[in-house]
């Protein structure tokens, strides 16, 4: 009589499937695996919890035949959410029920998508099937199915004890997707797990996975620490991430950090698949860094105070006007001035010290800005002013000399609207 110990971790985009050898781990799983993934909070979490949108759930079944696990439509006019419904049988009795799952998807009769794996003796403890929209249902780590039937086609391994073959596209739950001449993430994990658990190192890991083919059509390089492969997947990555565990990890993050600008997150929430035995690990991540690169600014950039309005502004009435505050700033003209942004930023009010406001009066209809009200303030050495006039026209200016400066300071305050 085998028992196996389950894990069902179910998210809004993907659910997990894990096997342990004893309640003791499972438990363990369930208490770690019961967590916002990154980028989510915990209000959200508990919200999609409370509505069935995100659940962990976990149990144990006995069995001597043989494990079968039914999703979807399995044939027999039930209906089996994920990781719900666990059978003791022979693979006689197994393929019976997928002859009429089969049946029901030939004549059309389906109530919707379907799939039944099939084990065969003992599952090894920590086996993890992984299913999303984007990767289909992929057999991470552990024990591979014997076989596995979805949407009335078989998908049929060879034995619990063979190097596991990747598991087609799981369109029960996520829709079709077809094979192309790439590599499949599920197919890059069963070779790398293969090859660390033949003995290799990274580096033979590498040159074994390009003699192979399964890099065949993909972006991927390793600098002796790290093997990066372009590939889109789950939660925004867009890359893999292949390194060994122990001293190999931190040099992995080192050369990662200095040679591509951002860190490489290895965290549990980017975890494709983590060796227990220590040896290596498998993470989503970005090929590219995520961060906009910093823009470069010039003074040119930025609307000088003498280019305001339809005919600019200038003349002895506008330098009059504008006299105490240009004054207040230490310059002597109009074109000494420049639009920072259309908003004042709101770090500076919070920050900056006030220095001086004024009260413009307008001075015609020439007046781009008729009454306007302006207040200086100075933050980090340098003088800004908010602006406000009759024709609701609002905005930052600044020294066209601290302009570009001032942009670097201010680009990730987006209320500001740089250069607007």
């Not at 003791?24 to 919200?47: C, F, I, R, S, T």
């Not at 003791?88 to 089969?102: C, G, I, L, N, S």
Request: charged share 30%.
């Amino acid at each position: 009589m085998a028992k196996v110990f389950y894990v069902h971790q179910k998210r809004e985009d993907y659910d997990y499937l894990y096997f342990f050898k004893n309640n003791k781990k499972m438990e363990a799983a369930k208490v770690e695996l019961d967590k916002p993934y990154k980028g989510q909070d915990q209000e959200d979490y508990d919200q999609n919890k409370e509505w069935g949108v995100e659940s962990i759930n976990g149990g144990s079944f006995s069995y001597s035949k043989g494990l079968a696990i039914l999703m979807g439509d399995a044939g027999d006019g039930n209906w089996y959410d994920i990781g719900d419904e666990f059978r003791d049988m022979t693979e006689e009795e197994f393929r019976a029920q997928a002859e009429k799952h089969v049946e029901v998807f030939d004549a059309g009769d389906e109530q919707g998508p379907g799939a039944l794996l099939y084990y065969k003796g003992a599952i090894k403890d920590g086996t993890v099937i992984y299913m999303d929209s984007r990767s289909g249902i992929v057999h991470d780590k552990g024990t591979q199915p014997t076989i596995l039937v979805e949407d009335g086609e078989y998908h049929i391994g060879e034995s619990v004890n063979t190097t596991f073959k990747y598991v087609p596209t799981f369109e029960s739950f996520i829709g079709s997707q077809k094979l192309n001449e790439e590599a499949t993430r599920g197919q890059i994990v069963g070779e790398v797990e293969k090859l660390f658990d033949s003995g290799l190192g990274i580096k033979k890991v590498y040159d074994q996975m390009k003699k192979s083919g399964v890099l065949k059509g993909l972006e991927h390089d390793f600098n002796g620490f790290l093997i990066r492969i372009k590939k889109d997947g789950d939660m925004g990555a867009t890359s893999i991430n292949i390194l060994e565990l122990g001293s190999g990890e931190k040099k992995a993050k080192e050369t990662h950090q200095k040679e591509h600008g951002f860190p490489l997150d290895a965290s549990n929430d980017t975890v494709i698949l983590r060796d227990y035995s220590g040896k290596f690990g498998i993470y989503r991540g970005q090929w590219e860094s995520t961060k906009k690169k910093a823009k470069t600014y010039k003074v040119s950039d930025f609307l000088p105070l003498s280019a305001s309005g339809d005919n600019g502004l200038g003349g002895p009435e506008a330098e009059a006007k504008w006299e105490p505050v240009l004054k207040a700033f230490g310059v002597a003209d109009l074109g000494d001035l420049v639009w920072l942004g259309a908003y004042f930023p709101e770090i500076v009010e919070e920050e900056g010290k006030g220095v001086k406001s004024f009260s413009l009066d307008g001075f015609g209809d020439e007046d781009p800005h008729g009454d306007a009200d302006i207040s200086i303030y100075k933050w980090k050495g340098m003088l800004l002013a908010s602006h406000g006039d009759d024709y609701r026209y609002s905005g930052t200016l600044c020294k066209a000399k601290d302009a570009v400066k001032l942009a670097k300071l201010l680009e990730g305050d987006e209320g500001i609207d740089i250069g607007e």
